[in-house]
C-alpha cells in the first residue's frame, strides 16, 4: 500500500507542478506542434508527435530512476542504508519545499540549482537541435529522449525520491508516475500553446500548485523523520 501511495503522491506532484514543466518545456513543445507544417497543424497531425516526444521524455525519466533506484540497491551494503534512506526523502521533501516556492513566486532558490545542472545540459542540448525541426514521430521521439533530461528542481526533486527508494523497480516506477502526471499539461501544451501559456501564469494558479507541492514535501519530510 506504501508503494502505490507514493506512485500516487508521484503522480500528483507532476500533475501540480504542470505550471512549471509548461514554463521550461513549454518553448520546445510549442516549436515541435509548429514544424509539422505551415501556419496551425490540425490537432490530427499534432497527435503522432506530441505522444512519441512524451514517451521518449517520459522514457528518460524511468531510466533514470531507475538507475539511481539500482545504485541505492547497491549501496545498502556500504552504508547504514535505513540512516540514508531517510536523509535522502527529507532532502526529496526539502526540494519539493524550495519548488513550492519557487513556483509560487515567493522565493526562487531552486532556479539557481536549476542553472547548476546547465553545465551538463550545454553538453546534450545540441543533440537534440538536430532533430529539429521535427516532421516524423521518430524525429518527436529521439527528440523526447534527450529533452527528459533537462534540467529542472521538479525532476530532481523526484529523482532523490527515487534514490530513497533503495530499489531501481521502485525508481522507476515513481519516475514513470511523475512523468505520466506531467503528461496532461504538456500534451495541452502542444495542442492550445497561446491560451495555456497564458493561463499558467494566472498568479493565483501558481501559488495554488506552489503551496500544494510545499504541503507534499512537508508530509514527505514527516513522514521521513516519524
Do not use: D
Amino acid at each position: 500500500m506504501l508503494v502505490e501511495t507514493s506512485y500516487l503522491a508521484a503522480f500528483l506532484v507532476g500533475l501540480l507542478g504542470g505550471v512549471h514543466c509548461v514554463g521550461m518545456c513549454g518553448g520546445i513543445v510549442g516549436a515541435l506542434s509548429f514544424g509539422l507544417g505551415e501556419g496551425h497543424p490540425s490537432v490530427r497531425k499534432k497527435w503522432p508527435c506530441l505522444l512519441a516526444y512524451n514517451l521518449a521524455r517520459i522514457s528518460s525519466y524511468t531510466l533514470a530512476g531507475f538507475l539511481l533506484g539500482g545504485f541505492s540497491a547497491l549501496a545498502v551494503n556500504l552504508v547504514a542504508i535505513n540512516r540514508l534512506q531517510q536523509g535522502l526523502l527529507v532532502l526529496a521533501g526539502l526540494f519539493m519545499v524550495l519548488l513550492g516556492l519557487y513556483l509560487a513566486g515567493w522565493w526562487r532558490l531552486l532556479a539557481r540549482v536549476e542553472q547548476a545542472g546547465g553545465f551538463f545540459w550545454k553538453r546534450i542540448e545540441p543533440l537534440g537541435r538536430r532533430f529539429l525541426p521535427v516532421r516524423r514521430p521518430a524525429q518527436a521521439f529521439a527528440l523526447g529522449l534527450v529533452w527528459g533530461w533537462l534540467p529542472c528542481g521538479l525532476v530532481y526533486s523526484v529523482l532523490i525520491w527515487a534514490i530513497a527508494s533503495g530499489s531501481a523497480v521502485s525508481g522507476a516506477g515513481l519516475m514513470l508516475s511523475f512523468g505520466m502526471g506531467t503528461l496532461p499539461n504538456l500534451l495541452a501544451m502542444g495542442l492550445f500553446a497561446g491560451s495555456l501559456q497564458r493561463w499558467v501564469q494566472k498568479a493565483w494558479l501558481r501559488q495554488l500548485a506552489g503551496s500544494l507541492i510545499m504541503l507534499f514535501g512537508l508530509l514527505q519530510i514527516g513522514r521521513a523523520l516519524f
